[in-house]
T-cell receptor
């Protein structure tokens, strides 16, 4: 079955640590996206990538980094520079310009 | 800038109708609608393109007023399964091939028996 997977489902981090969230898709989609969701604020775009080896900052990129070395994979690193990283993180993919398919999400908690 | 959704929350009895609105201050190319159930990923409902027709399937439909930069989602004869948070995502498409969505803050819909 084609789909998009995220791991882990729950992640705990100590302050000052970097952590990487995984996102993999086997839908053969060119475009991939990372969103952050906080209560009452909807989905906010962190980074997005339309093709391999290229990505653009979204609306809240500070404190985050990404890579796109393979079409199937778009990992997100939450760095220690992100001051309030506790949130629900959603990865999505699309063929570009049409519907986005979302993964199940990773809930990150900073201890 | 995020599109503005209204209302923020609504409670309906099963069988009643609802309208959710999404407004943008920017010229739009398309509007996407998604539904998210608690603790789950958002699921695509439909997309409305500039110059396109009103869309719909089953008892959920939507319209896009390009002049007002507004879209409305219509839920008719609501069912318990319609409960969730509805998000609109707007696309300006300033650069073709560099599409991205800006999502509204959501409308929480609760259907009670």
């Amino acid at each position: 079955d084609g789909g998009i997977t995220q791991s882990p489902k729950y992640l705990f981090r100590k302050e000052g640590q970097n952590v990487t969230l995984s996102c993999e898709q086997n839908l053969n989609h060119d475009a991939m996206y990372w969103y952050r969701q906080d209560p009452g604020q909807g989905l906010r775009l962190i980074y997005y990538s339309q093709i391999v080896n290229d990505f653009q900052k979204g609306d809240i990129a500070e404190g985050y980094s990404v890579s796109r070395e393979k079409k199937e994979s778009f990992p997100l690193t939450v760095t220690s520079a992100q001051k309030n990283p506790t949130a629900f993180y959603l990865c999505a993919s699309s063929r570009g310009g049409v519907e986005q398919f979302f993964g199940p999400g990773t809930r990150l908690t900073v201890l | 800038q995020q599109p503005v959704q209204s209302p923020q929350a609504v409670i309906l009895r099963e069988g009643e109708d609802a309208v959710i609105n999404c407004s943008s201050s920017k010229a739009l190319y398309s509007v996407h609608w998604y539904r998210q159930k608690h603790g789950e990923a958002p699921v695509f409902l439909m997309i409305l393109l500039k110059g396109g027709e009103q869309k719909g399937h089953d008892k959920i439909s939507a319209s896009f007023n390009e002049k007002k930069q507004q879209s409305s989602l219509y839920l008719t004869a609501s069912q318990l399964s319609y409960s969730g948070t509805y998000f609109c995502g707007t696309e300006k498409r300033a650069n073709f091939g560099n599409e991205k969505l800006t999502f509204g803050t959501g409308t929480r819909l609760t259907i009670i028996p």
